[in-house]
């Protein structure tokens, strides 16, 4: 009798991209990291950096740095995905606030992550109006809720979706890395992920441009990469010449 053939596993597919937009500066990174030692596993962030010509990069670039330090030294299942997005958040808000000290720049950062471990569990955390989305089957199961005025304002029913984008305030945060108080994340635990869903953190500069309609179809039905240059050049016309930095990584569960 032929031996049964075992179903094949899940893997995890990646794609990053930034473009600087109209702006003068690039002041986002992002970054997609697989764990070193446990097969499986990954982390992404996206961190869209404030202050000045060079200090919103600083504060960036230290999201990223940061972040992968940790990554490196998370071990999984001994630790879990929420202790490290937390103290990836702790670290960066410090590490910006000690760069401030000895630079003329403010800077100061978004934070969008997310962990997937190998059992395809998913915890994400974010600071700021950079955005988390998980899709499933065509369709936005979840995403995160900017700490921004307009989104206070949509919360007291001041205010819809659609006005917040033309707000002369959109750009002003309730929370970020490197202010005076310490942010207040939000952590969740979206439970594991199955074969389609695709997890995607971006800044600003692109999900302004584009309905979550939009995004769950063409994350859903484009790999990573290709899903990934076609939000980045719609955005880019879609700007029409007025567009900001704008980054993106997205994740899709593959069989």
């Not at 697989?34 to 404030?50: C, E, F, I, N, T």
């Amino acid at each position: 009798m032929p031996r049964a053939r075992k179903p094949a596993a899940p893997r995890l597919v990646a794609a990053t991209g930034t473009h600087r937009g109209d702006r003068l500066y690039q002041q986002d990174q992002v970054c997609v990291m697989a764990h070193p030692r446990s097969a499986g596993a990954l982390l992404a962030v996206v961190a869209d950096g404030m202050g000045g010509k060079s200090g919103g990069r600083k504060a960036a670039d230290q999201v990223v740095l940061t972040a992968q330090q940790l990554f490196e030294r998370f071990s999984p299942p001994e630790e879990s995905g929420e202790e490290l997005l937390r103290q990836i958040c702790s670290e960066s808000h410090l590490m910006i606030k000690l760069t401030a000290l000895s630079a003329e720049e403010e800077p100061h950062s978004t934070l969008a992550a997310f962990v997937i471990d190998a059992e395809l569990d998913c915890d994400w955390l974010h600071t700021g109006d950079s955005r988390i989305y998980h899709f499933r089957q065509g369709e936005m199961v979840r995403r995160t809720l900017d700490q921004s005025y307009v989104q206070r304002l949509i919360d007291q029913g001041q205010l819809t979706e659609t006005e917040a984008l033309t707000h002369p305030q959109s750009n002003l945060l309730t929370a970020c890395l490197g202010t005076v108080q310490d942010p207040e994340p939000v952590v969740t635990n979206i439970g594991k992920l199955q074969p389609g869903d695709v997890v995607m953190c971006c800044s600003d500069g692109l999900w302004h441009y584009f309905t979550e309609r939009e995004l769950a179809t063409v994350t859903s039905t484009l790999t990573p990469r290709e899903a990934v240059e076609l939000l980045i050049n719609k955005a880019r016309q879609r700007a029409q010449g007025a567009g900001d930095n704008l980054s993106i990584a997205a994740v899709k569960v593959e069989l």
